[in-house]
């Protein structure tokens, strides 16, 4: 059994999704940041970052294993069942590239933009229109992608398409959206469209009605 501590958020989406792709069994336990959850005594001993999602693998080889970070917590439950990332090559090397693609793109351009825009204390129109404008140009870039190819790193689905996925299923919170991105927008259709994503989507949105 995987324990996964989250919210309903754009990080935390990314690992009910993949489980559930990857038939894992797990328990998925809310961690409200609105109240400030992700600072209490008892997850901070889960991850001193206090955030969210984290996992607990009690069956993990050598003993449980507490693993923060979304894009870690995706290769260990792709490599732990050898599914949804390819095991060596350039396939696999594409799929990284995606990861870390998101993590020092997609992410941080969405989050800022979001951040500027909703919770800022006052508005900084230069940081909404720096953080928006590489929003939008790495969306293009994701298009033209997906003009070539079925999925972010080729063609079958891998653990960088549920990466992605996260943020661009919270694209309204950071002022984007996918009208002149038609490539991007058919492939997010046919992965919401998928049972595994609507599970976990359902159970992810479940967490902030709690």
């Given at each position: 059994?995987?324990?996964?501590?989250?919210?309903?958020?754009?990080?935390?989406?990314?690992i009910p999704i993949a489980l559930e792709e990857l038939d894992l069994?797990?328990?998925?336990?809310?961690?409200?940041?609105?109240?400030?959850?992700?600072?209490?005594?008892?997850?901070?001993?889960?991850?001193?970052?206090?955030?969210?999602?984290?996992?607990?693998?009690?069956?993990?080889?050598?003993?449980?294993?507490?693993?923060?970070?979304?894009?870690?917590?995706?290769?260990?439950?792709?490599?732990?069942?050898?599914?949804?990332?390819?095991?060596?090559?350039?396939?696999?090397?594409?799929?990284?590239?995606?990861?870390?693609?998101?993590?020092?793109?997609?992410?941080?351009?969405?989050?800022?933009?979001?951040?500027?825009?909703?919770?800022?204390?006052?508005?900084?129109?230069?940081?909404?229109?720096?953080?928006?404008?590489?929003?939008?140009?790495?969306?293009?870039?994701?298009?033209?992608?997906?003009?070539?190819?079925?999925?972010?790193?080729?063609?079958?689905?891998?653990?960088?398409?549920?990466?992605?996925?996260?943020?661009?299923?919270?694209?309204?919170?950071?002022?984007?959206?996918?009208?002149?991105?038609?490539?991007?927008?058919?492939?997010?259709?046919?992965?919401?469209?998928?049972?595994?994503?609507?599970?976990?989507?359902?159970?992810?949105?479940?967490?902030?009605?709690?």
């Open positions: 059994m995987i324990d996964v501590y989250a919210f309903s958020t754009p990080n935390s989406v990314k069994p797990y328990a998925l336990h809310g961690v409200n940041i609105r109240q400030g959850e992700q600072k209490a005594p008892a997850f901070l001993a889960l991850n001193a970052n206090a955030k969210v999602p984290v996992i607990v693998d009690s069956a993990a080889a050598g003993g449980p294993l507490t693993l923060t970070e979304s894009a870690a917590i995706l290769v260990y439950l792709a490599e732990k069942t050898g599914k949804l990332l390819p095991a060596s090559g350039a396939a696999r090397a594409r799929v990284i590239e995606q990861l870390f693609f998101h993590a020092s793109g997609l992410g941080p351009a969405f989050g800022n933009a979001g951040y500027f825009t909703k919770f800022a204390p006052e508005p900084v129109p230069f940081a909404i229109e720096r953080f928006q404008s590489e929003g939008r140009r790495i969306l293009g870039l994701l298009d033209q992608t997906l003009a070539r190819q079925a999925f972010v790193a080729g063609d079958a689905l891998t653990i960088a398409d549920i990466a992605h996925f996260g943020w661009l299923w919270r694209r309204a919170f950071a002022g984007f959206d996918f009208d002149a991105t038609p490539n991007l927008a058919r492939w997010y259709e046919q992965l919401e469209a998928r049972p595994a994503f609507q599970r976990a989507i359902a159970k992810t949105n479940a967490l902030a009605q709690a």
